[in-house]
């Protein structure tokens, strides 16, 4: 995008699905900082253009995010902007107690986003910049399957909602809210069994997904929802609430049937 380009960015959760595909987008015009734990496509990206750098790092630590930070202070200088992409999903019966597993989701969901946009006001000193998170579809309305990954989105929506109201005049912030995408992040619970007929309904390219965040960003826009079909039925559910029973009617049919076929 013409309008999109010399930017200093810092992108997280960019070796795979909505990340990658809008590093597609960028990688020609500007300069990026791309971070995922795992970093083979990063990489190979990294080697057709100049101005990628790719940084191997767990962001759902403090010490990661803060390795962020210091590795763009050094490659970047400024950062025009941060978008916390990083995220993952529990498919899954939420039947167990386990903390660690219930923390590990939040750090990395929530923790980091939070953390990362305090350390990136403090980085600006006052300067113009942009803040980037995403969401997601479930942090509007929960899922069967999704106790954890819903409960972590819906977070992430009242962090939202209450930064409207206190962001500091300097600092731009534009949330992405995906609905289910056709890449492994919704193909799979943690345990790699679940398959693609487990999705929630309806599913979008994370490419369509990535175009859509992009204008948003470069518009300065506050809320990207990149189904029109979603955001019609948020709308009509007001009206006719009825119409959400429904559709989690059909959502649980689809979780039982994945909870029989997996026995648990």
């Known amino acids: 995008m013409k309008a999109f380009c010399g930017k200093n960015i810092v992108l997280t959760g960019c070796n795979s699905g909505i990340g990658l595909s809008f590093l597609k987008l960028i990688a020609k015009d500007n300069k990026v900082l791309c971070v995922d734990v795992n970093v083979d496509r990063l990489r190979e990206m990294a080697a057709r253009f ?111 909602q209450a930064l409207r109201l206190e962001c500091p005049p300097n600092v731009k912030v534009s949330v992405l809210y995906p609905i289910a995408t056709d890449t492994g992040f919704f193909a799979f619970g943690s345990d790699g069994r679940s398959r693609k007929e487990d999705r929630p309904f309806p599913v979008q390219s994370p490419d369509v997904v990535a175009r859509k965040m992009l204008k948003a960003v470069a518009k300065g826009k506050h809320i990207c929802n990149p189904s029109a079909l979603f955001s019609f039925f948020l709308q ?29």
């Open 50 to 160: 100049d101005g990628l750098t790719v940084l191997q790092c767990d962001v759902s630590t403090k010490e990661g995010v803060d390795r962020v930070f210091d590795e763009a202070e050094k490659t970047l200088g400024k950062i025009d902007l941060f978008y916390a992409n990083a995220g993952y999903a529990y498919y899954e019966k939420y039947n167990y107690a386990d903390w660690n597993r219930i923390d590990a989701i939040f750090r990395c969901n929530c923790y980091s986003p939070f953390y990362s946009f305090s350390r990136y006001v403090a980085s600006l000193k006052g300067a113009e910049g942009q803040f980037a998170v995403t969401a997601s579809a479930i942090g509007k309305m929960a899922m069967p399957g999704y106790a954890l990954y819903s409960a972590s989105k819906f977070a992430v929506e009242g962090f939202r």
């Open 236 to 264: 009509a559910v007001k009206f006719c609430p009825w119409l959400r029973t429904v559709y989690w009617k059909l959502e649980t049919a689809k979780f039982r049937r994945y909870c029989k076929r997996e026995q648990i």
